[in-house]
């Protein structure tokens, strides 16, 4: 990171230096475009009025000129035979021609100041140049003599200069100070992220960063600490999903290996071959249950386009799962409420059918005998909502966030006398999910659960 760090640097210090670049420059040329000229013109009526008291007042030009360079001003006197004089400090360059200066003894106006020719890099006004000035003809000792003025910058702007010079100076040395400890500000939160990086590749996720930032790079950092959670959430389900895997292949594998074991014996009665037989037929069963379900949730994890959609009629799905289901409520005397409503449905026919088949199911294994379960569907907000209720013994509220997550069992001695693998549930959620849609569960214990599934409506 100290690479970005210096190249922050460069590029805020580099947008400093060419801002006040740029700066100088507009200034430049604003000073060239619109104060020259009234430059120009303000030197121009003094130098008028110079020129108007040397003709009234012809004996004491010489003692005003000293007072007027005394106030700020360069003035250069000459005439025709050559004498000169300089009231004030000199120019730095006489650079006017002969001819010039004879224009202004017959009486011209030398405008020198707005015909200066501009440069880029310097400002006019404090060029201290002869023929940066103003030239008119006056009448000293009763001969003619053309004077030229300009502004003493030194005397006139001096401290003001080297003021403004300390302010510009100064407000480049802390920007480029300020912009350093900014920049430091930005990036270090940035190399944290990258260290809390390289700590999660190392399978590390105990991560603390500083979200109290209200800023992207607050917002970043917070994102961050969310995915870090999700990404150790995920790698604990991750973990324990091979454990459940494992053990629910390993328990059927040593019944089957144990009672074909049993079965070598030739003097085993036939009875109990049987029921050998039948117990390893069982597991096997079980184990292709098994298979099925993992492949339908890595089907339903990789490739949510294995979806054949097409539309049907729900209630008629519904009644047609009842039908199937109706020796098992027999079977525990169950009673059966339908409450559905004509509704065309769009998805997967055989996936909801799985739906519905494993939600009737559950509510049938865990409602006591004589008890009822209940299917209704309706239309509600815009939304199909499917129902499926019993009277059974209900889900403790502690385990009511878990009932979706893959191989839980809430009771594991009746799920395993069921043979219950504690997919079920996941697998209704994720084609649920798959559809755009949601499932919920209400459970109040000893009173009933109700599993509401809401799916897009035509």
């Given at each position: 990171m100290k690479s970005l760090y210096v190249r922050m640097c460069i590029v805020f210090c580099s947008v400093i230096l060419f801002s006040s670049l740029f700066a100088f420059l507009g200034s430049n040329f604003y000073y060239q475009r619109e104060v020259k000229p009234l430059n120009d013109a303000k030197l121009t009526g003094m130098a008028l009025k110079i020129q108007e008291f040397s003709r009234s007042h012809p004996d004491s030009v010489d003692d005003y000129l000293s007072s007027v360079a005394s106030l700020g001003y360069k003035i250069y006197v000459t005439n025709d035979s050559g004498d000169e004089q300089f009231y004030g400090k000199p120019f730095r360059e006489l650079d006017l021609d002969e001819g010039q200066i004879g224009k202004v003894l017959e009486g011209q106006v030398y405008h020198g100041v707005a015909e200066f020719p501009s440069k880029l890099f310097i400002t006019g006004?404090?060029?201290?140049?002869?023929?940066?000035?103003?030239?008119?003809?006056?009448?000293?000792?009763?001969?003619?003599?053309?004077?030229?003025?300009?502004?003493?910058?030194?005397?006139?702007?001096?401290?003001?200069?080297i003021f403004f010079a300390m302010i510009i100076g100064l407000t480049l040395l802390f920007s480029l100070w300020f912009v350093m400890i900014s920049v430091l500000h930005v990036v270090k939160p940035i190399t944290r992220l990258t260290a809390a990086t390289k700590s999660i590749s190392k399978g590390r996720y105990d991560i603390k960063l500083n979200t109290r930032r209200s800023d992207e790079i607050g917002q970043l950092a917070s994102h961050f600490m969310i995915m870090s959670r999700e990404l150790e959430r995920t790698n604990r389900a991750r973990q324990e999903f091979v454990a459940n895997v494992s053990h629910e292949i390993e328990s059927p594998l040593t019944s089957i290996q144990g009672f074909a074991h049993s079965l070598k014996d030739s003097t085993l009665p036939d009875e109990e071959r049987l029921q050998y037989l039948s117990i390893i037929e069982e597991e096997s069963r079980r184990m292709s249950m098994l298979s099925k379900q993992l492949l339908t949730l890595s089907s339903l994890d990789y490739d949510p386009n294995l979806l054949q959609i097409s539309t049907f009629d729900l209630r008629?799905?519904?009644?047609?799962?009842?039908?199937?289901?109706?020796?098992?409520?027999?079977?525990?005397?169950?009673?059966l409420r339908l409450n559905l409503s004509e509704i065309s449905l769009t998805g997967d026919v055989n996936l909801l059918y799985q739906v519905w088949m494993n939600l009737l199911s559950n509510a049938i294994k865990y409602t006591p005998d004589?008890?009822?379960?209940?299917?209704?569907?309706?239309?509600?907000?815009?939304?199909?909502?499917?129902?499926?209720?019993?009277?059974?013994?209900?889900?403790?509220?502690?385990?009511?966030?878990?009932?979706?997550?893959?191989?839980?069992?809430?009771?594991?001695?009746?799920?395993?006398?069921?043979?219950?693998?504690?997919?079920?549930?996941?697998?209704?959620?994720?084609?649920?999910?798959?559809?755009?849609?949601?499932?919920?569960?209400?459970?109040v214990k000893g009173k009933g659960t109700t599993f509401t599934v809401s799916l897009p409506a035509l």
């Open positions: 006004f404090f060029d201290n140049e002869l023929r940066n000035s103003i030239g008119v003809p006056i009448t000293m000792n009763n001969e003619s003599y053309a004077l030229f003025l300009r502004p003493d910058a030194d005397i006139q702007f001096g401290e003001l200069r008629t799905q519904l009644r047609q799962v009842a039908q199937i289901m109706e020796w098992k409520l027999a079977e525990k005397q169950l009673s004589g008890g009822e379960v209940a299917i209704s569907a309706s239309i509600t907000d815009g939304s199909c909502q499917v129902r499926v209720s019993d009277t059974g013994e209900g889900i403790n509220p502690e385990e009511l966030p878990m009932i979706f997550d893959r191989f839980y069992k809430a009771d594991r001695a009746r799920t395993r006398e069921n043979h219950s693998t504690g997919l079920g549930l996941s697998i209704a959620q994720k084609i649920v999910l798959s559809h755009s849609g949601t499932i919920e569960v209400k459970s």
